[in-house]
T-cell receptor, first 111, second 113 residues
Framework: KQEVTQIPAALSVPEGENLVLNCSFTDSAIYNLQWFRQDPGKGLTSLLLIQSSQREQTSGRLNASLDKSSGRSTLYIAASQPGDSATYLCAARRGGNKLTFGTGTQLKVEL | EAGVAQSPRYKIIEKRQSVAFWCNPISGHATLYWYQQILGQGPKLLIQFQNNGVVDDSQLPKDRFSAERLKGVDSTLKIQPAKLEDSAVYLC???????????FGPGTRLLVL
């Protein structure tokens, strides 16, 4: 059974700081790994999706890496802004499009 | 393009009452998912439909939860009777096909007293 863990559970940083969010998964037989953002009272917004054959994906100030052999993914946010404050969730996908989510990292970027 | 729509957005009921949630997926999306997200946890898949057939309902508490997707479009999720531990956000998602990216709705926040 796939288990996904995210560390830290919560993080508070000053504006402008670069930060890394961590995601680990127990079963390396994944199809892809996806990072989502969740704002209070809203649904999930997909940020980045890394296929199992890829090592990283980039979108603007976001960079996600994947190391299947060690069961780890990281989300790097450069030059953080208050608007980045949200909960970040990673999800590992096996065949059949079943997503197994982590518990999330709650990020607060302060002025 | 309109996103996934869900209603109601909030619902407060007493334990042992029944409740129903509605989801309208993105037009043309064949696959529909219902997730339960308990406070402080990640979403957990309850049921997955491919058109109007069930693909995966292994984590659906079938003694109290039921879901249907008539005509392969809209879907309803019902809880009867509700328990305190059912308090959660219920998220609906849809995807174009079986292995395509999932798009999530805003969720329905349920509080069972």
């Amino acid at each position: 059974k796939q288990e996904v863990t995210q560390i830290p559970a919560a993080l508070s940083v000053p504006e402008g700081e670069n930060l890394v969010l961590n995601c680990s998964f127990t079963d390396s037989a994944i199809y892809n790994l996806q990072w989502f953002r969740q704002d209070p009272g809203k649904g999930l917004t997909s940020l980045l999706l890394i296929q199992s054959s890829q090592r990283e994906q980039t979108s603007g100030r976001l960079n996600a890496s994947l190391d299947k052999s060690s069961g780890r993914s990281t989300l790097y946010i450069a030059a953080s802004q208050p608007g980045d404050s949200a909960t970040y969730l990673c999800a590992a996908r096996r065949g059949g499009n079943k997503l197994t989510f982590g518990t999330g990292t709650q990020l607060k970027v302060e002025l | 393009e309109a996103g996934v729509a869900q209603s109601p957005r909030y619902k407060i009921i007493e334990k042992r009452q029944s409740v129903a949630f509605w989801c309208n997926p993105i037009s043309g999306h064949a696959t529909l998912y219902w997730y339960q997200q308990i406070l402080g946890q990640g979403p957990k898949l309850l049921i997955q439909f491919q058109n109007n057939g069930v693909v995966d309902d292994s984590q659906l508490p079938k003694d109290r939860f039921s879901a249907e997707r008539l005509k392969g479009v809209d879907s309803t999720l019902k809880i009867q009777p509700a328990k305190l531990e059912d308090s959660a956000v219920y998220l609906c998602a849809s995807s174009l096909g079986y292995q395509e990216t999932q798009y999530f709705g805003p969720g329905t926040r349920l509080l069972v007293l």
